[in-house]
Every structure is written in C-alpha cells, then in structure tokens.
C-alpha cells in the first residue's frame, strides 16, 4: 500500500537501528529519512530523547547523514560516511562510530555485533505483490538488512528507470562454519538473482518518489591529474611488456575520485593496454565512457555512482549497457576472496 | 648426491636471489646459509662484490638474516624478518626491504616482481629418487621457490623425524585469471599432496645436517598475562552465551607470544567453551598441550614454531598428532579467502 514520507517515518521510533539500501548516494533512499529528522527535531524541542542507528553499505548522501547529525538524532553509525558534519559530531564525541571494512559491514550485522534490525528502508524501481524488490542505483548491504529487519520500506523512485530490471544479482553467504566459496570466477559471473525477495507481510509501505541520487560532482581532468594517469598507464602498459601483468590483462579496481577517473581515462588510450574488465565497488563516469568505446567490456560494481546526466544515458542505452554490467551487494564486490582470486589491480587514491 | 654446506655453498654466487623453505626458524635451513656469509666474507676481504636476495616464508633463525646482515652480503630482502642486526642494516640503507603481507609472497615471486629464484634451499626429513621431498616443521613458500628455482638444494636433517612425512599438505594455486577457489572448508582439510614434487634433475646435492630449529624461548605465563588470557576467554564466552558466536564455537587464529599462549591458556581452562579448532600459522607450546588434553581438537598451521622439547615430544608420539594437524604453505595458512570463509577469531599481539 501507498503511504507519504511522513506515515513511513512515523514509524520509526527512537532507539531503532535503521538499515539503508544503496552504496555511495547511489541507491540510497532519501524521502523518508528527511521525516526522520524532522519528527527528531520536533521530539528534541518537546525535551524527548530521538536517536536511532544508521547502517548502509557506505556513504550516502546528505539528506541523511548531514540532516541527521545536524539535529543531532545519530546513536550508532556504521560503516563509513563523507559527511562533514557528521565528522565533527563524531569527533565532538556525539556520534558512535564504527570505522568497518566495507565488505565486513553485512556480515556483522548478521552476526548481531551491533543489534537488531528494527527497519529496513529500500530505494526500489519496481517491486511485485509477492515482495521482489527489484533495486537502483546500488546494492550495498540491502539483502541482508531486508531479510533481518522486523519492518520494510520501499521507496519508489520513478527517478530509476525500470529498464534497470536485470542489472543487480543479489546473492547472500551463509555464514561461517556454513559458508562456501564465492563462486565467481570472472567480473562478469552471475552468481544470484535479479530481484530481492523479501517476505510482503513485512513491507508496511511503499514511498513513491521522484528525487535525483545526490550525485557528487567531479572536477574534471587537468594536466596534473591526466599527467598522473599516464604514469599509471605507462607503469601498467610497462609490466604487461615484461610479461609480469599477462597479456590478457587482469580486472582493475579504481577507488573513487577525480584522480581515479584521469588514471581510467588514460587507461583507455592506452592502445597497448588490451579492452580489459572491471571489479570494483563503484562505476564512474569515466568507466561509461569507456564501456561506449569498447575499451571496458564489462563492469562489476556495487554501485553506479555516475552523475545524473551519465546514469539518464545509461538508463536510455540498457539494450547496449545490460550485458557489460552488474551490481553487487558490498560484501561480494569488496570480497577479499574474490579481489585475491581474479588477482585484481588496484588503484586507490591516498589523498587528492 | 650428498655434498657438504661448504660445496652447496659454492654454488649461490653474487646476485642470485635464493629461497628458503620454512616459516619462522622452523623448517629454514640452517647449514648452507652459514657457508655463504663465510664466502661473502673471504669475497668481501679480497674486495669482491657479493650479495644475495634471500626470499623466504616469514622469520628465519639467526644463521640466516643475523649472520648475513653482519657480513653485509644481504641485497634484497622479502617478507618478514625478526633479527636485529638486519632491522639496523635495513635502517641505515644497507638492504632493500619489501614487507609484504605473508600470504602474497610466493605469488609476487610467481609474478616476477622480485626477480627469478636462482637457489632454493630446502630443509627435508625425507627424499627420494625421484624428487619426492618431505619438508620439516614449517613450510611457507616452498612449493613456489622450488618450482621455480633453477637449482635445489636439500638439507636432510635428521633432527627431524622421518614421522613427520603426512604432516605436510603441499599446494600451489594456479595464477590469476586460471585461479579457481582455494577448497578448504573446515580446518582439517586436505587439498593437496604430503609431499613436494621437484624435477630431481635441479637437485645439485643433498646435504646431510643435524641442527635442531632456532626455536626462540617463551617466557612462562605470568599474573599479567595470565588475566589477559582469562579477560579474552571470559569475552569470547560471554558472545558465545548471547549467541553471537555459534554454539560449535569457531575456529580460533592467534598471533605468536608470550601472551597468545596465555590466552590458549585460559581459553582451553574455560569450559563453557567447547573443544575447539584452529586455523593459523604457526603452532606454539600451549597448542600442543591443549591437544593432549582434547581441547584443541585440529590445528592447521604453516610451522611447528614450538620448543625442541615439545617438537621431540611430538614427533615421538606421532600416532596422537598426525591426524590432529596438517602443515600448510603460507599462501593458504594465511590466504583471505579462507580467513573470511572459516570466520576466524583472530587474536593477535600488538605489544607485548
């Protein structure tokens, strides 16, 4: 059934620890969570407690850790954000932050190392009577969330073209002494389904939105930053010669940020550097660009963390796009086991 | 053909890269690396150049890093060391030092990134005919170094019992893109071979020894140590009650010390912990004595890191152990994969 932001939030009560689909603002949901913050404000100013926890996969965007922190209804927090008032929260001592591994976030959930799940809220292109939720944007932690949490939101957002039905593959390890192997063996294995399936007597709602992921911008390459990707792909191209890289390239992981873009960049015009693949937690503007050219033949991300206009394009070009592309829940696409086994190269920006 | 320490020695000539067997002192060779560093002298009095790249599992003894930084005839040095007189050689410039995670070793030797393996020196209990080596109390990067090694030498040291042959589980994972999962699923499984298989035609000559393991001396638990131990005990129990770790406990890695002993300790006299496995690298006195007393029920391990003492006491009662645990190299004692997969408890030592 449909209900506004404000019915959703209503219950969302203080103490709770919220679970967050999306990874990056990609795939975050961002109606329901500003309610939140204004029923806090509203508890403080009537002299009640309201602070919750927030897990999600990674960052999101500000309408949830900046309006959290800034009305100061932040318990717990895990595990990671780029928020600067956020950060001063923590830092002030006001905010219980758990710095995770990005791939460990699910798993410790399970475990139960930091509480229960009272609710769950999942940004969603479409979803089915049954309860499958077919995702955004971006995975994150949002299968384990769905199935632990008591209550599940949906937020529709009409933003997120449902031609994006078939991108993610949602797959969740059991865990140990049960678990198995992984079994991916290149970026471009399926290992789960399209859809999430969550049980439809816990989804006490369905948000439809229409709200833009809060892309961040990128400045674009410079001298210095494409000078920088040419070393890059010189040293790569350089390796590949003396035969330690083979000759059919590995996958490359590519960190986040404006550098990471000019070191792809550079890396598609780099003719002696074979079309190569990707393994990565998230998919830049610059990788679309290269999947156009031919030079990245396929991506495995956990998020499409592009700006508005590149995901439109993307959403428009789903015939040429589907097969070179899929989204994975954070802790497949961080995976240690995988990262080892296809012997990625990886390229992490230290500071920009 | 057995030759002496001082004629294998005759073989490492200026600028070879050589790689020793074992993990920690267990298991490294110990005879011919002596002669080197007294050719290294005599080259070095007649104003010759000669220095060597040694590669090996983790530590060794001080008969390799001490006595070779003391001659100064130490060029390039990976992973791990312990030594004093090679931390002050690296620190004044002396040594080119690559720290590198334990686990990445023999696949960075396999990429090439450090050069070809010219030597290989191994320490066996057993060989045969055709090239059939049973390896001591440690293996670390010892399949990979003798793969690739142009030559082998053998040091066949009969301080070790010939009942430690099927202590080993000798096995090399193919390279990115042909790696497929490492498939081991509990601690005690076997995936590979007791013995290491090398072309006999690279073995220039077998020298005989009788040097017991450089083992270090622990100083006993004392009251501090011992509270450590029973504060990780009591916390490990106390998850176990509120279900957060599964009532057949999981397997247990932990660090090397005085205070990772005493934590076995106390967590072998806790019984509210059931009997227990473990998945680490190197096995240590108190694991041994929690193996008498049916705690530990399996140990996989990269070396017997343990006393002379304890080392004889195992190798005479060799019907207890042998299928009580297996010996890995350090790629799969230490691999990522298998880490997240048995969802270790990881203990180890910060400062002592």
């Not at 990874?23 to 602070?51: D, L, M, W, Y």
């Not at 990671?80 to 001063?88: A, K, L, M």
């Not at 949490?149 to 949602?170: F, P, Y």
């Not at 930053?225 to 083979?246: S, Y």
Request: hydrophobic share 40%; net charge negative; proline share 6%.
């Amino acid at each position: 059934k449909f209900i506004t932001a404000a019915e959703a939030a209503n219950f969302i009560k203080h103490g709770y620890n919220v679970g967050l689909s999306g990874f990056t603002p990609a795939g975050s949901p961002k109606a329901v969570i500003a309610e939140v913050a204004r029923i806090a404000e509203e508890e403080h100013a009537k002299g009640n407690p309201f602070q919750i926890g927030i897990f999600t996969g990674a960052s999101t965007g500000d309408s949830c850790d900046g309006m959290l922190s800034r009305v100061k209804s932040l318990r717990y927090r895990a595990p990671y954000t780029t928020n600067t008032d956020f950060r001063n929260a923590v830092n002030n001592g006001e905010i219980a932050y758990n710095d995770i591994h990005l791939s460990q976030m699910a798993q410790e959930i399970r475990y139960g190392f930091m509480g229960k799940v009272n609710v769950a809220i999942v940004e969603a292109c479409e979803l089915t009577e049954d309860g499958k939720i077919y995702l955004t944007a971006g995975s994150g932690i949002t299968p384990t969330i769905c199935r632990l949490a008591d209550h599940v939101i949906v937020e529709l957002n009409s933003v997120h073209s449902k031609n994006t039905i078939g991108l993610h593959d949602v797959y969740e390890p059991l865990d140990p002494p049960y678990r198995r192997e992984i079994p991916i063996y290149k970026p471009s294995d399926r290992i789960g389904t399209p859809y999430l399936q969550v049980d439809p007597k816990k989804i006490i709602g369905v948000v439809q939105t229409n709200i833009q992921d809060e892309a961040r911008p990128f400045t674009p390459a410079d001298p210095i930053t494409d000078q920088i990707g040419v070393n890059v792909a010189n040293f790569l191209a350089a390796d590949m010669k003396r035969g330690i890289i083979p000759s059919t390239f590995l996958p490359l992981q590519s960190g986040v940020g404006n550098i990471a873009n000019a070191v792809l960049g550079a890396l598609g015009r780099d003719k002696t550097i074979p079309d190569f693949e990707m393994y990565t937690e998230v998919t830049q503007d610059s990788v679309i660009a290269l999947m156009k050219e031919g030079r990245v033949k396929f991506g495995s991300t956990c998020s499409l963390s592009v700006s508005n206009e590149v995901l439109d394009e993307v959403y428009n070009n789903m015939d040429f796009f589907r097969n070179k592309m899929v989204i994975r829940p954070s802790e497949i696409s961080n995976s240690p086991e995988i990262a080892r086994r296809l012997g990625l190269i990886s390229m992490n920006t230290a500071i920009e």
